[in-house]
């Protein structure tokens, strides 16, 4: 692709907006083109593999960038006008986003203690820099719109994360404030400085209850998890009005937890704790998975087609918008692995323009019809043991 | 494949049957009720297990040693076939009959002299240095849960268990399925006292049913596994059981200046190559970090090249495994990461063989502890003496347990000195860290010492 960014971005804002007459594979090698010529990060790393636009023959041989390495190159098309950061934990402190979304505040975490780094320099955060935020907006909103406000409601909007103004370079608190903005009818922030804020949280939804009024709750799994952990202390149980609905992000991450859990059974945990607290059923749960690197995100399409929780839950399948390719691709080979085996997302996200559209994640999943399960993040990959450990163990 | 063996007495369980590659194993259907029968049964044996004499329990070790050991041996060959169908790791049998060899007398014989003083008191009540007779005893019953990392690396703790008679309830790791059942067999058959007093009994990892139900009759528990695994069974243990929990460790080298140089580094990087493969570079004295002392006339830089070489070489030797998801995946991430740090000009370098994850070398001239564990992957560090390889450690918890080292004599004892406060626990030459001597304390604590209780008999 010759041209500018703005052109570039143009081009994926009408195909976002379903206006273009691109398809999703010409435009996707064109932004791949584009990204060659225009982003010297990706340039080098496309050619420390011998890649480059000439020697790709079809989508899933784009040199993807893994999440890794936004924690060492700039990787940007021209001039960064934006940055977002990573927690700087993700790859060693589990679940399933790699952006920056606490478990309940801003100043603390009751996150296991993540493993040393082995490297004596470099933040451990990854920066997503891009030339502007209008992509992430774009399909953020368009996204969330289709997956977790399918009726076009407007819902009153209670967002269990910290405001951008104290987290400004993080994605997720970024994304909850244009949902705020755009998509909702009243509501607002319940993480401050000091934490969440469980009493003026609880008056909130009693009031939502009373009023008869649905609302929308959303924000980190942790903060989820930390609120019914208030309901169990305080013995509050609270109704919301049909239609309420919940959407969370991060799974395990900063979740405290005796024995390591799959990702799928903790979730289905978390939202049978949101129907004896909130009243809300499981399949108005909405887990969103996405992270700091991707300017798109994927949902369980559960108000799509109301799946029956009734009974043992299907798995939740995570679907992405139009404007995003998933491949699942064998750690060892990093070949695509055959159908059904569980292997490392790589994503192709069109909104990703400005910096790289081909991110390989850290995340295990599963292809499945119309997008792939979500098997979480190999927090660390465990040893196998046959040294003494000294520590508490002997003491149960 | 049979992956159980029960004492006489206990009806045979339903089984089940799963295939492993080529292999067909067989799997009794596990219930709390069959756990709790086998573990009735074993302490139903210990009067008669406590009235053998140690020469009768070391003279079955040896013959079941001596029977491993002969060439082409079926059981042998059998629990091999077992551990390539589950881990894909070919050739694992010459690696670990060295530690059988050391399970024969006298080298055994030594080794419990040397724990159990006086050595007759696993018998009948003896006299100890002070004059005052003295009896060990050992537990109750011992259930051991078995890692599946290297093979047959828990036989001295259960040898010890036989020697303090203590019978002993085995379950096997997934990754070796066939071996422990095969060597309790070949231990049964010498004596019927050890074939009432062992048995073998797989369950799936996580059924805390009929976890629970093992493990409530025991009064000492020796597991080996990862930190979730050693937490899982450490909850479940009796509150008046001995537990000895074999975690997470793992080996780094320093190489001093005097060996970078061309001539000498080149042997010094095969032994750690092997340290490092040897295994599926899967065990806890696999080698996981190389600290290179600046100075030399080569610069750790180059050395590393050296490694990689070497590495490559013993590749071929030592073909790998079939590695698991999540450790290939966190593997695959620290590569990009320090490829994308050399690209950035940060004093890092990756090299690795051309397949897969063959192998792996990952250098940063600052390298801290390293990231543990990754499929065969060698970290490499530069230090500039190796005075300063302690603080680098500093981070890792104490989780570096053994030390290879090439370099002058003083200097050997110099940084030996500084890492035993750290937890370590064994210095050896490279290319002898698969090969620790019975006498180590694996992991820092002799199975005697842990196990036994004393009687003393006062005047």
Same mark, same amino acid.
């Given at each position: 692709?010759?041209?500018?960014?703005?052109?570039?971005?143009?081009?994926?804002?009408?195909?976002?907006?379903?206006?273009?007459?691109?398809?999703?594979?010409?435009?996707?090698?064109?932004?791949?083109?584009?990204?060659?010529?225009?982003?010297?990060?990706?340039?080098?790393?496309?050619?420390?593999?011998?890649?480059?636009?000439?020697?790709?023959?079809?989508?899933?041989?784009?040199?993807?960038?893994?999440?890794?390495?936004?924690?060492?190159?700039?990787?940007?098309?021209?001039?960064?006008?934006?940055?977002?950061?990573?927690?700087?934990?993700?790859?060693?402190?589990?679940?399933?986003?790699?952006?920056?979304?606490?478990?309940?505040?801003?100043?603390?975490?009751?996150?296991?203690?993540?493993?040393?780094?082995?490297?004596?320099?470099?933040?451990?955060?990854?920066?997503?820099?891009?030339?502007?935020?209008?992509?992430?907006?774009?399909?953020?909103?368009?996204?969330?719109?289709?997956?977790?406000?399918?009726?076009?409601?407007?819902?009153?909007?209670?967002?269990?994360?910290?405001?951008?103004?104290?987290?400004?370079?993080?994605?997720?608190?970024?994304?909850?404030?244009?949902?705020?903005?755009?998509?909702?009818?009243?509501?607002?922030?319940?993480?401050?400085?000091?934490?969440?804020?469980?009493?003026?949280?609880?008056?909130?939804?009693?009031?939502?209850?009373?009023?008869?009024?649905?609302?929308?709750?959303?924000?980190?799994?942790?903060?989820?998890?930390?609120?019914?952990?208030?309901?169990?202390?305080?013995?509050?149980?609270?109704?919301?009005?049909?239609?309420?609905?919940?959407?969370?992000?991060?799974?395990?991450?900063?979740?405290?937890?005796?024995?390591?859990?799959?990702?799928?059974?903790?979730?289905?945990?978390?939202?049978?704790?949101?129907?004896?607290?909130?009243?809300?059923?499981?399949?108005?749960?909405?887990?969103?998975?996405?992270?700091?690197?991707?300017?798109?995100?994927?949902?369980?399409?559960?108000?799509?087609?109301?799946?029956?929780?009734?009974?043992?839950?299907?798995?939740?399948?995570?679907?992405?918008?139009?404007?995003?390719?998933?491949?699942?691709?064998?750690?060892?080979?990093?070949?695509?692995?055959?159908?059904?085996?569980?292997?490392?997302?790589?994503?192709?996200?069109?909104?990703?323009?400005?910096?790289?559209?081909?991110?390989?994640?850290?995340?295990?999943?599963?292809?499945?019809?119309?997008?792939?399960?979500?098997?979480?993040?190999?927090?660390?990959?465990?040893?196998?043991?046959?040294?003494?450990?000294?520590?508490?163990?002997?003491?149960? | 494949?049979?992956?159980?063996?029960?004492?006489?007495?206990?009806?045979?369980?339903?089984?089940?049957?799963?295939?492993?590659?080529?292999?067909?194993?067989?799997?009794?259907?596990?219930?709390?009720?069959?756990?709790?029968?086998?573990?009735?049964?074993?302490?139903?044996?210990?009067?008669?297990?406590?009235?053998?004499?140690?020469?009768?329990?070391?003279?079955?070790?040896?013959?079941?040693?001596?029977?491993?050991?002969?060439?082409?041996?079926?059981?042998?060959?059998?629990?091999?076939?077992?551990?390539?169908?589950?881990?894909?790791?070919?050739?694992?049998?010459?690696?670990?009959?060295?530690?059988?060899?050391?399970?024969?007398?006298?080298?055994?014989?030594?080794?419990?002299?040397?724990?159990?003083?006086?050595?007759?008191?696993?018998?009948?009540?003896?006299?100890?240095?002070?004059?005052?007779?003295?009896?060990?005893?050992?537990?109750?019953?011992?259930?051991?849960?078995?890692?599946?990392?290297?093979?047959?690396?828990?036989?001295?703790?259960?040898?010890?268990?036989?020697?303090?008679?203590?019978?002993?309830?085995?379950?096997?790791?997934?990754?070796?399925?066939?071996?422990?059942?095969?060597?309790?067999?070949?231990?049964?058959?010498?004596?019927?006292?050890?074939?009432?007093?062992?048995?073998?009994?797989?369950?799936?990892?996580?059924?805390?049913?009929?976890?629970?139900?093992?493990?409530?009759?025991?009064?000492?528990?020796?597991?080996?596994?990862?930190?979730?695994?050693?937490?899982?069974?450490?909850?479940?243990?009796?509150?008046?059981?001995?537990?000895?929990?074999?975690?997470?460790?793992?080996?780094?080298?320093?190489?001093?200046?005097?060996?970078?140089?061309?001539?000498?580094?080149?042997?010094?990087?095969?032994?750690?190559?092997?340290?490092?493969?040897?295994?599926?570079?899967?065990?806890?004295?696999?080698?996981?970090?190389?600290?290179?002392?600046?100075?030399?006339?080569?610069?750790?830089? @180059? =050395?590393? +090249? /050296?490694?990689?070489?070497?590495?490559? *070489?013993?590749? &071929?030797?030592?073909?790998? !495994? $079939? %590695?698991?998801? @999540? =450790?290939? +995946? /966190?593997?695959?991430?620290?590569?990009? *990461?320090?490829? &994308?740090?050399?690209?950035? !000009? $940060? %004093?890092?370098?990756?090299?690795?063989?051309?397949?897969?994850?063959?192998?792996?070398?990952?250098?940063?001239?600052?390298?801290?502890?390293?990231?543990?564990?990754?499929?065969?992957?060698?970290?490499?560090?530069?230090?500039?003496?190796?005075?300063?390889?302690?603080?680098?450690?500093?981070?890792?918890?104490?989780?570096?347990?053994?030390?290879?080292?090439?370099?002058?004599?003083?200097?050997?004892?110099?940084?030996?000195?500084?890492?035993?406060?750290?937890?370590?626990?064994?210095?050896?030459?490279?290319?002898?860290?698969?090969?620790?001597?019975?006498?180590?304390?694996?992991?820092?604590?002799?199975?005697?010492?842990?196990?036994?209780?004393?009687?003393?008999?006062?005047?």
């Amino acid at each position: 692709m010759t041209g500018d960014f703005p052109s570039v971005q143009a081009r994926v804002l009408e195909f976002i907006a379903g206006t273009g007459q691109d398809s999703f594979d010409d435009l996707a090698r064109a932004v791949f083109e584009f990204q060659y010529v225009n982003n010297p990060g990706y340039r080098r790393w496309c050619e420390a593999f011998g890649r480059d636009p000439s020697r790709v023959s079809a989508l899933g041989e784009i040199p993807a960038v893994p999440t890794a390495v936004f924690k060492e190159l700039d990787l940007v098309c021209g001039k960064p006008g934006v940055e977002f950061r990573t927690s700087g934990t993700s790859g060693v402190a589990g679940g399933n986003a790699g952006r920056a979304s606490l478990a309940t505040g801003v100043g603390g975490t009751n996150a296991w203690p993540a493993s040393p780094s082995p490297l004596a320099s470099g933040s451990g955060q990854g920066r997503h820099l891009a030339p502007s935020m209008d992509l992430y907006r774009a399909s953020a909103l368009a996204h969330f719109r289709r997956c977790v406000l399918p009726e076009g409601w407007k819902m009153r909007t209670l967002l269990l994360a910290p405001p951008p103004e104290l987290r400004p370079m993080s994605s997720l608190s970024r994304m909850l404030g244009w949902i705020l903005e755009e998509c909702a009818e009243g509501g607002g922030w319940f993480v401050t400085q000091a934490g969440l804020e469980h009493e003026r949280l609880a008056s909130a939804l009693l009031d939502a209850q009373r009023g008869g009024i649905p609302v929308l709750l959303a924000g980190t799994t942790a903060a989820f998890v930390d609120f019914f952990d208030y309901c169990d202390r305080t013995g509050l149980r609270i109704g919301l009005p049909g239609g309420s609905r919940l959407m969370d992000t991060g799974g395990l991450k900063g979740v405290r937890r005796e024995e390591r859990v799959s990702l799928a059974d903790f979730q289905a945990w978390v939202y049978r704790r949101a129907t004896e607290c909130l009243g809300i059923p499981a399949d108005r749960s909405v887990n969103e998975y996405g992270m700091t690197e991707l300017f798109s995100q994927f949902y369980d399409p559960v108000l799509l087609n109301r799946p029956d929780y009734s009974g043992k839950s299907p798995p939740r399948i995570k679907t992405g918008p139009a404007w995003t390719r998933t491949f699942v691709i064998d750690p060892v080979t990093l070949d695509p692995v055959t159908e059904g085996e569980k292997g490392l997302l790589m994503h192709l996200d069109l909104a990703n323009a400005g910096s790289v559209m081909a991110v390989m994640t850290e995340d295990l999943g599963i292809a499945a019809p119309g997008g792939f399960v979500l098997c979480g993040r190999p927090a660390w990959a465990e040893g196998r043991g046959c040294g003494l450990t000294f520590s508490e163990l002997a003491g149960g | 494949m049979k992956t159980f063996l029960l004492p006489p007495g206990v009806p045979d369980p339903p089984v089940r049957f799963r295939q492993a590659g080529r292999l067909e194993l067989e799997y009794p259907e596990t219930t709390p009720a069959l756990a709790d029968a086998v573990s009735a049964s074993l302490i139903g044996a210990r009067p008669a297990l406590l009235e053998l004499r140690t020469e009768a329990i070391l003279r079955a070790i040896d013959d079941a040693v001596v029977e491993w050991s002969a060439p082409g041996s079926p059981a042998c060959r059998a629990a091999e076939e077992g551990f390539t169908a589950a881990t894909g790791i070919p050739g694992v049998t010459a690696p670990f009959l060295p530690l059988l060899n050391a399970l024969r007398p006298p080298a055994i014989r030594d080794w419990v002299r040397q724990e159990v003083k006086p050595f007759g008191a696993l018998e009948r009540f003896s006299p100890a240095e002070d004059g005052a007779p003295v009896r060990a005893v050992g537990p109750r019953l011992a259930v051991h849960v078995l890692p599946g990392n290297v093979p047959l690396v828990w036989l001295p703790t259960l040898a010890a268990c036989l020697l303090m008679r203590t019978p002993c309830l085995v379950k096997p790791a997934a990754d070796d399925p066939c071996t422990p059942a095969l060597f309790v067999a070949s231990l049964a058959k010498r004596l019927p006292e050890l074939a009432a007093a062992l048995a073998v009994l797989p369950w799936d990892g996580g059924d805390t049913a009929v976890e629970e139900s093992a493990l409530e009759r025991s009064s000492a528990v020796i597991v080996y596994g990862s930190d979730s695994t050693l937490r899982a069974v450490a909850r479940r243990v009796p509150p008046d059981a001995k537990l000895l929990a074999h975690g997470p460790r793992y080996a780094v080298g320093a190489i001093g200046r005097e060996m970078a140089s061309p001539g000498r580094i080149e042997a010094v990087a095969d032994a750690a190559a092997r340290d490092a493969l040897l295994y599926d570079g899967r065990g806890c004295l696999s080698l996981a970090a190389v600290y290179v002392e600046r100075g030399g006339l080569l610069e750790p830089a @180059e =050395t590393v +090249a /050296v490694l990689g070489r070497a590495m490559e *070489r013993a590749s &071929a030797d030592l073909p790998p !495994g $079939k %590695p698991d998801t @999540e =450790t290939a +995946a /966190v593997t695959q991430s620290w590569r990009a *990461r320090i490829r &994308a740090r050399a690209l950035a !000009g $940060k %004093p890092s370098a990756i090299f690795a063989g051309p397949r897969g994850l063959d192998w792996t070398v990952l250098y940063d001239a600052e390298l801290a502890a390293p990231a543990v564990p990754l499929v065969r992957t060698l970290w490499v560090g530069a230090v500039g003496t190796l005075e300063e390889i302690p603080s680098r450690l500093a981070g890792c918890g104490g989780t570096v347990h053994a030390l290879a080292f090439s370099g002058p004599e003083p200097r050997r004892l110099d940084l030996a000195e500084r890492l035993a406060p750290a937890g370590l626990t064994r210095v050896c030459p490279f290319g002898r860290m698969q090969e620790p001597p019975l006498i180590w304390p694996h992991g820092g604590a002799s199975p005697f010492k842990r196990l036994l209780d004393w009687a003393r008999m006062e005047r």
